[in-house]
């Protein structure tokens, strides 16, 4: 009796049931999703494994929905189920109406507690980053600190 994962029906990561143009993220590639091969393949220890693999020659993306991705940002399988889905927006939304007024933790376990709250603006601060050009030495206080100087 075969394994049952040699069996490609048993495979949750076989092509979709509607053809569509798919992009393997190994490979950089995209072709048909009918193209993807199910290929057997041995692991170190000598035992058989079956996988949905991009057909493309030495590469090594597996699984629709793992390594190789349908390029339409709206697709829909054959149940019309979205692969993908943004729900930062609904985050968004649920939390950017919800300031706390003056008072608001009163009573609570929480009121005694500090937090940090961050902006927009606070993303600026990575531009300011001041970064070493190539062969640059690093300084303290304005002084370089040649390699010499540390003790190891």
């Known amino acids: 009796m075969a394994h049952e994962y040699l069996n490609p029906e048993n495979d949750p990561f076989g ?13 950089g590639e995209e072709y048909d999703s009918y193209r993807i091969e199910w290929r057997i393949e041995r692991d170190p220890d000598g035992k058989e494994h079956g996988f949905w693999c991009c057909p493309m ?54 009121e005694d507690r ?17 970064w070493l050009a190539d062969g640059e030495i690093p300084t303290r206080g304005g002084q370089a600190r040649p390699d010499e100087d540390i003790p190891f």
């Open 15 to 27: 092509p979709p049931a509607i053809s569509t143009i798919v992009h393997c993220i190994h490979c």
């Open 57 to 110: 020659p030495l590469c090594d993306g597996k699984g629709f929905g793992f390594d190789i991705f349908p390029v339409d940002p709206e697709y829909r399988d054959e149940n019309g189920e979205l692969m993908w889905c943004n729900e930062d927006d609904e985050f968004e939304e649920d939390y950017e109406d919800a300031e706390l007024e003056d008072g608001a933790l009163e009573g609570s376990e929480l």
């Open 114 to 130: 500090e937090f940090a709250f961050f902006t927009d603006e606070d993303d600026d601060d990575e531009d300011e980053e001041e």
